[in-house]
């Protein structure tokens, strides 16, 4: 088993940052596992649980064990009511509320806080009308029941079969999404901003900034044009990547160069003339093959 894994991702590897890797590795390892993931996240579901841990300087650390699409969905619910408080602030005459400087972070710890001491957050009233999202990408022989392979829950990772089942039959709407992209999201439009099949691919496709080593979740970056809006690049998914704010002013206020050479692979070149290499998380885990458009 060792052997097979190993195989198969030092491939993946050599030409993978150390993030990217990581996240390869434990989709490689699910599939030679010898107890199915449903068995092992039924296991490790039992065991959750909360915790203390102190730590100095009068703080503690209050820490939530369960499934990892329930706490990455409590998570994206506090940080859109921050987004909420945030967007008040800006626009506020309250000299008060104005002067409040905290950043999501913190506004995501005293939000939680509240909600669990009062069971209401404070500060802004529309919190029933801010919904949780969570992103997975299930097979479309996972959805089918005819296999069980493991569904990527982004963000975190494999998630267990039977889970995503569930998620999918208890979703309000969800799109398809392959490993190629769907007709409705490659179709070049006439005008700057992406369509929303357009948003809802590259989200899927790119899962976190396109620099490479770079975390940044996705769904907080900007979508680029490669070839610049301005200099004639079309809006497709063949010329839009997401870029974090600094990384995306970097593209255009420094000696660095970005092109797309395909199948939503970009090629960074410094200004001492290096090329980097970036592929999208799933192109590269599923390997060679031209894309079928």
């Given amino acids: 088993m060792r052997a097979a894994f190993e195989s198969e991702i ?36 039992e065991r959750r649980g909360t915790w203390v841990e102190d730590q100095p300087d009068g703080q503690a650390v209050l820490c939530i ?12 619910r506090l940080t859109a009511q921050a987004r ?26 005293d939000l939680a806080l509240d909600l669990l001491l009062s069971g209401m957050p404070s500060g802004h009233p529309v919190e029933a009308h801010i919904a949780a999202t969570i992103e997975v990408t299930i097979p479309v022989n996972t959805l089918a029941g005819l296999d069980d392979e493991a ?30 992209p769907d007709t409705g ?6 005008h700057r901003t992406p369509t929303a099949a357009q948003r809802r691919y590259l989200l899927a496709r790119d899962g976190t900034c396109r620099v490479p080593g770079c975390t940044t979740k996705a769904k907080n970056c900007d979508i680029d044009h490669t070839i610049p809006w301005s200099k004639d690049g079309p809006t497709s998914v063949e010329n839009t990547a997401h870029l974090c704010e600094p990384h995306h002013m970097m593209k255009h206020h420094s ?8 199948r939503g692979i970009l090629r960074y070149r410094s200004p001492a003339g290096y090329e980097y ?13 031209a894309p079928p458009f």
Avoid: C, M, N
């Fill in 10 to 45: 030092l491939p993946l590897a050599e030409k993978a940052t150390p993030y990217r890797t990581k996240a390869l590795a434990a989709r490689v390892a699910e599939k030679h596992q010898p107890v199915s993931a449903t068995v092992r996240h039924e296991e490790a579901r």
């Fill in 185 to 190: 999201a490659l179709l070049t439009v006439d």
């Fill in 255 to 262: 000696p660095w160069g970005v092109t797309q050479v395909g």
């Fill in 277 to 289: 290499f970036d592929s999208p998380y799933r192109i590269e885990y599923a390997g060679g093959g």
């Fill in 151 to 180: 569904a990527l829950l982004a963000g975190h990772g494999p998630i267990d079969a039977d889970t995503a089942r569930r998620l999918a039959a208890g979703a309000v709407g969800w799109e398809r999404l392959f490993l190629h």
């Fill in 84 to 109: 909420v408080v945030t967007r008040a602030r800006r626009g506020s005459d309250d000299p008060a509320v104005a002067a409040d400087e905290r950043e999501l972070g913190r506004l995501r710890a």
């Fill in 65 to 76: 064990s369960g499934p990892a699409y329930v706490i990455h969905a409590a998570h994206d």
